[in-house]
């Protein structure tokens, strides 16, 4: 049987992590932050949500364990195929000219995107100039990045996506299959560097002219949705493109000012000039 | 029967056309909004919405992210994305893992949702190939949410009103005529 969360007990267990470890969750949209929360009580049989937040006060390992379970890391090869097209036909031939093309994946996750991306500028003859940052909270999924081993059974929903994105050849031209694993091509990984990073806190110094953060700050409200806008408009080159997921819009945001809309259908922003 | 503040309708296959028909049948000042969760093809992004819009008297979008909730429109939940109700009148979405294959999640909508409403909400569930939505309108049951289930004789596919009927104690099991006059019938 499921526990019932309240409200209150949720903002109890976020005050007892600010004190303890500095990290603020109170600005974390509440639906998929409750719904996190339900599966940590249910995978790691806690009888309460009172008994979650003293392991987690006083057990820092446990801490660092909920961080990761309490972040979102699903994600797909060209997902949305569309959106990667737009950035094959629209943005690499506004970038190609470029001595060097800066390149931040701010919430990789598992790595999937990062891929993406590499197959995209291979393709494109732009790889060799590319040079690709990668970040996540959480390291554990980076170390799945790095080692480019994934389910095959998730290379099918990949492969379909790499087709509608009509790509030059097959997505299996850039991955081995050994029973029930896929081997990514660790060439791809050539220009990227892989840095533990929070969003929320973490203060980036670099320059880029392409951020992806695709559905990231579905997991914020907007104060701290409008705050990452920021920071990221603070680290783009002029004229730099910002992508978000297909269902997010920079548009509520203050700090949406800094940006004119690239492709509204692909949620492709332009850091304005 | 008032006191309501939102209306989520859950179905799968077969759904299509019974949608249509509750959205031709409201007025155009409905009072509340509608949050349509309904399954879809992943990988067909557009087309949908504007299918169910040809006939709908209310305007029906697919919601972005921390969209505002305004009463006489129908949300309908995006393509490869949960939906949820946030708290502050607001729609959130998510990627999270699929539940029970799905997502869109019948029962993340209704769960969320009745999170918010509590009884003022009005949940429906019509045909539909799977179990999604048992959880969610049980959850809802519980927390004293109005509950419909379509009349599984009259289903093209029953196993989801089915599924519904045997997790909780629908208020009402209607044919689809009777969904519509019931839906059109509540006051805020």
Not at chain 1, 204 to 210: G, L, Y
Not at chain 2, 45 to 62: D, H, M, Q, T, Y
Request: hydrophobic residues 40%.
């Amino acid at each position: 049987m499921e526990i019932e969360i309240d409200i209150k007990e949720i903002r109890t267990l976020v005050t007892a992590i600010k004190t303890n470890y500095g990290f603020d969750f109170g600005e974390y949209a509440l639906s998929s932050f409750k719904r996190r929360l339900s599966r940590i009580l249910e995978v790691y049989k806690f009888e309460n949500m009172q008994k979650l937040t003293d392991r987690v006060a006083t057990d820092k390992p446990f801490y660092e364990l909920f961080l990761k379970e309490v972040t979102v890391n699903t994600t797909e090869m060209f997902r949305d195929p569309s959106f990667w097209k737009k950035m094959k036909e629209s943005v690499f031939p506004l970038v190609k000219d470029f001595p060097v093309i800066r390149i931040w994946h701010s919430a990789c996750s598992s790595g999937e995107e990062v891929y993406s991306m590499a197959i995209a500028l291979k393709e494109a003859g732009l790889y060799d100039k590319a040079r690709i940052f990668a970040s996540d909270i959480n390291e554990d999924v980076i170390a799945k990045a790095l080692e480019g081993k994934y389910p095959a059974r998730n290379m099918e929903l990949n492969g379909f996506n790499y087709e509608k994105y009509e790509g030059p050849k097959k997505l299996n031209n850039y991955f081995k299959t050994n029973g029930d694993y896929a081997y990514m091509d660790l060439d791809l990984l050539k220009n990227v560097t892989f840095k533990k990073f929070d969003l929320v806190q973490g203060d980036q110094f670099q320059r880029f002219d392409i951020i992806l953060c695709r559905n990231v700050l579905i997991y914020f409200n907007l104060p701290l949705q409008d705050q990452v806008i920021a920071k990221f408009a603070k680290c783009m080159s002029l004229g730099g493109f910002l992508a978000v997921g297909s269902k997010e819009t920079i548009a509520w945001c203050k700090s949406a000012e800094n940006f004119s809309t690239f492709s509204l259908e692909e949620k492709i922003y332009q850091k304005k000039i | 029967m008032n006191n309501f503040k939102a209306v989520v309708i859950g179905g799968s296959a077969g759904s299509f056309p019974l949608v249509v028909k509750i959205l031709s049948s409201l007025p155009k000042d409905y009072p509340f909004p509608v949050f349509l969760a309904l399954h879809r093809l992943k990988h067909i992004r557009n087309g949908f919405v504007e299918a169910l819009s040809i006939k709908s008297n209310i305007p029906v979008i697919e919601p972005h992210d921390k969209q505002q909730i305004k009463p006489g429109i129908a949300y309908l939940a995006p393509s490869n994305y949960h939906m949820y109700v946030e708290l502050g009148n607001t729609i959130a979405l998510s990627t999270e893992e699929m539940v029970k294959y799905s997502r869109p999640s019948i029962d993340l909508t209704f769960d969320t949702a009745s999170y918010v409403y509590k009884d003022k909400m009005v949940g429906v569930i019509v045909s539909g190939a799977n179990t999604d939505g048992a959880d969610g309108i049980r959850k809802s049951k519980e927390r004293g949410a109005y509950t419909i289930a379509q009349n599984p004789d009259e289903a093209t596919i029953k196993t989801m009103p089915d599924a519904a009927i045997k997790a909780a104690q629908m208020d009402h099991i209607l044919t689809i005529d009777e969904i519509c006059k019931f839906l059109v019938s509540i006051k805020p």
